[in-house]
């Protein structure tokens, strides 16, 4: 089972500072099987990043993903307020589908 | 749009056996696996099980394998999770999700159904 490993656990920020979030994976992740979803209170998780750089449909340039074998980040360019979340990274390549534990984005 | 509407939460007690449904439309279901993924309250996101878009192929998560059973109805567009032997840890709020490409990454979630198991 590939353990996805992310730091920091929460990460205190102003708006319009930038965002940078890693996920650490026990064993090599091919980068075409990496996403970045989004998530919010009382909300279903939202699909932010595949392919550890490629945006879904309708997610703002603001987002960008890096990274390969296995050490991947997230960046968030200028945080707006809708941004603070909890950010997930996901391994899609081998079954257990595993997630990541989250990071917290929350206002300082 | 498309649309994913879980249903069959609820109130169980230990030992006890629940189904999960998910209805889906806006899309051609047969074309994509699907997925559930649970979370407990107040903690992260566990994949839980996946099948293939022709329902030949599924996966489980070991703290489920034995114990649940994903399912679908490609005739109903309707997915399914039959969950037995419940645990107090099976407790959560249980999504569907349709997958993006391939097995994942999951492009669209269900609202979510929560499972309370207890005595």
């Known amino acids: 089972e590939i353990v996805l490993t992310q730091s920091p656990a929460t990460l205190s920020l102003s708006p319009g500072e930038r965002a940078t979030l890693s996920c650490r994976a026990s064993q090599s992740v091919s980068s075409s099987y990496l996403a970045w979803y989004q998530q919010k209170p009382g909300q279903a998780p939202r699909l932010l990043i595949y392919?550890?750089?490629s945006r879904a449909t309708g997610i703002p340039d603001r987002f960008s993903g890096s990274g390969s074998g296995t050490d991947f980040t997230l960046t968030i360019s200028r945080l707006e307020p809708e941004d603070f979340a909890v950010y997930y990274c996901?391994?899609?390549?081998?079954?257990?589908?595993?997630f990541g534990p989250g990071t917290t984005v929350d206002i300082k | 749009e498309v649309q994913l509407v879980e249903s069959g939460g609820g109130l169980v007690q230990p030992g006890r056996s629940l189904r999960l449904s998910c209805a889906a439309s806006g899309f051609t279901f047969n074309s994509y696996a699907m997925s559930w993924v649970r979370q407990a309250p107040g903690r992260g996101l566990e994949w839980v099980s996946t099948i293939g878009a022709s329902g030949g192929i599924t996966y489980y998560a070991d703290s489920v394998k034995g114990r649940f059973t994903i399912s679908r109805d490609n005739s109903q567009n309707t997915l399914y999770l039959q969950m037995n032997s419940l645990r107090a840890e099976d407790t959560a709020v249980y999504f569907c999700?349709?997958?993006?490409?391939?097995?994942?990454?999951?492009?669209?979630w269900g609202q979510g159904t929560l499972v309370t198991v207890s005595s």
């Open positions: 999700a349709k997958a993006f490409r391939g097995w994942a990454p999951f492009d669209y």
């Open positions: 996901q391994q899609c390549g081998y079954s257990p589908f595993t």
């Open positions: 392919g550890a750089s």
